[in-house]
């Protein structure tokens, strides 16, 4: 049998070439239908599960935990009886381990985020080894705090995803047996000002989509960093992204933030809904967006809840 280090290496130079192990770009040896780690055109969604149109919401935080902050969303949950799904960073877990207890404690989902928020799409072309290392570091952070009959979820960091990659930690069963995902999302991903027709910001082009009149913020250079400047000409959002809406330069107010997430959720009537528990800003709004969303007779609920989550394990 080969090493684990040769097959890594095998998968590493295959994806590079664009291909996959059986020698077909874009496919799996494991069935869709089996592999715990799904391939990117059945990864997780609100869609995928039927979240859409039944008002029923699974609000997910990533990055953290983070002292400070995530206690303080923990104890807002928790006074709104509200359960949450949290995608961890494995170095923020050391040092915030009585944060997952009570995560746990409190019936929420717990989710692997990688170690470093690594983009491991990126890694898994020349290190694939180190993108095995990278969820399991975490997960052995994860573990001592999972409850009986309660899943690991996986999200990558961006979003970011490859059927090589799914391939590649499916013939891991130390992790592959533990985990749904990845997790994707319905709400949050993208901020959109409205009536900015033909608008730039800050002198850097932004996109603009004719059909809807609608402007996206551009993000550029290393690190994904963001436009600069909020144009003062649009004084209202679409829909939002909470880390946009944590930028000072965008000047974005808490309740705006809000706003667009709400018209989003509205739009699509529920969803898997992506929020970051490291901004003091996003727990702030969800101190807004929670009880107002509960006045619309949402639902909430943690990915462990979700009626269909059985078809992804």
């Known amino acids: 049998m080969k090493s684990l280090a040769h097959k890594f290496a095998l998968l590493a130079l295959l994806a590079a070439a664009g291909c996959s192990v059986n020698g077909n770009s874009g496919t799996l040896n494991a069935d869709a239908d089996s592999a715990i780690f799904q391939p990117k055109s059945t990864s997780v969604s609100g869609s995928a599960v039927g979240l859409i149109g039944t008002k029923t919401i699974a609000l997910t935080y990533d990055d953290g935990p983070k002292s400070g902050l995530t206690d303080d969303l923990l104890n807002f949950l928790d006074d709104q009886g509200v359960k949450a799904s949290f995608y961890m960073v494995g170095k923020n877990i050391i040092g915030n381990e009585h944060l997952v207890e009570r995560m746990a404690e409190q019936d929420m989902s717990l989710g692997n985020h990688t170690y470093d928020h690594t983009p491991i799409v990126k890694m898994s072309k020349t290190n694939m080894q180190g993108v095995y290392n990278e969820i399991k570091e975490t997960d052995l952070l994860l573990t001592p705090h999972l409850r009986a009959g309660k899943h690991i979820f996986f999200r990558s960091p961006g979003g970011s995803w490859t059927n090589l990659i799914a391939e590649a930690m499916n013939q891991m069963p130390d992790i592959a047996q533990k985990y749904i995902g990845p997790v994707f999302w319905d709400v949050g991903g993208t ?88 901004h003091a800003k996003t727990i702030a709004m969800s101190k807004i967006l929670i009880p107002r969303l509960k006045a619309l007779g949402y639902k909430f609920i943690t990915m462990d809840e979700i009626p269909n989550i059985e078809k992804f394990e």
């Open 191 to 278: 901020t959109y000002f409205e009536n900015m027709q033909g608008q730039r910001i800050n002198g850097e082009a932004v996109k603009y989509d004719a059909a809807s009149g609608l402007v996206t913020l551009v993000r550029r250079g290393a690190g994904n960093a963001i436009v600069k400047k909020w144009s003062e000409q649009s004084r209202s959002l679409y829909a939002a992204a909470d880390w946009d809406c944590s930028v000072p330069a965008l000047n974005i107010p808490v309740e705006m933030c809000a706003e667009g997430y709400l018209k989003e959720i509205e739009r699509r009537q529920g969803g898997i809904v992506l929020l970051h528990d490291t």
